[in-house]
């Protein structure tokens, strides 16, 4: 099976940096996602790595190694309004290439 | 282009009783995803349909079934409701599929009590 973990919750000033973390164990690793949840709202893609590295995307980075079964999502500049829940989710091979979430990290943007 | 549509967005059931769930993926995806979220157990994969075959299943009982239309539009049906069936149900849509490497566009999702 799977295990993903991240954090459950963060808290960052605005204007700040913040790095959620996420761990994963796969039989057969074949990408991994990030996703934004803001309350009462439907997920919304944020980024996709396959290989090892980093990928930016304006004030959203996301790195991975696949060797530590590692990734990480970088904000920059934080927003109030990038207060939500951040989703990791797997994708393995093993499994018929279904994605698997991790619980999420909620992160509390104050002023 | 529209989004993912899912209905309906609240219901509530009582125990023992049966819902219907209904999808309508973006125009062009054939790959549509259902996943139950939890406040305790996050977003957990039911199933995943493409062009109307069951691709993947999750690790659901098998009160938990679905199906997909020629015309991509799927239903999720939950039949004899326990209350720990309460959840946030979403469904997603995807041009290729997870296995392609597809990213999801998810719906609102239909919000289940139970009670």
């Known amino acids: 099976g799977q295990n993903i973990d991240q954090p459950t919750e963060m808290t960052a000033t605005e204007g700040a940096i913040v790095q959620i973390n996420c761990t994963y164990q796969t039989s057969g690793f074949n990408g991994l996602f990030w996703y934004q949840q803001h309350a009462g709202e439907a997920p919304t893609f944020l980024s996709y790595?396959?290989?090892?590295g980093l990928e930016e995307k304006g004030r959203f980075s996301s790195f991975l190694s696949r060797s530590k079964g590692y990734s990480y999502l970088l904000l920059k500049e934080l927003q109030m309004k990038d207060s939500a829940s951040y989703l990791c989710?797997?994708?393995?091979?093993?499994?018929?290439?279904?994605?698997?979430f991790g619980g999420g990290t909620r992160v509390l943007v104050k002023p | 282009k529209a989004g993912v549509t899912q209905t309906p967005r609240y219901l509530i059931k009582t125990r023992g009783q049966q819902v219907t769930l209904s999808c309508s993926p973006i125009?062009?995806?054939?790959?549509v995803s259902w996943y139950q979220q939890t406040p305790g157990q996050g977003l957990q994969f039911l199933f995943e349909?493409?062009?109307?075959?069951?691709?993947n299943k999750g690790n659901f009982p098998g009160r938990f079934s679905g199906r997909q239309f020629s015309n991509s539009r799927s239903e999720m049906n939950v039949s004899t409701l326990e209350l720990g069936d309460s959840a946030l149900y979403l469904c997603a849509s995807s041009s290729t599929g997870t296995s392609a490497g597809g990213e999801l566009f998810f719906g609102e999702g239909s919000r289940l009590t139970v009670l």
């Open positions: 349909y493409f062009s109307e075959t069951q691709r």
């Open positions: 790595n396959v290989l090892d």
């Open positions: 125009s062009g995806h054939r790959s």
């Open positions: 989710a797997v994708r393995d091979r093993a499994a018929g290439n279904k994605l698997t």
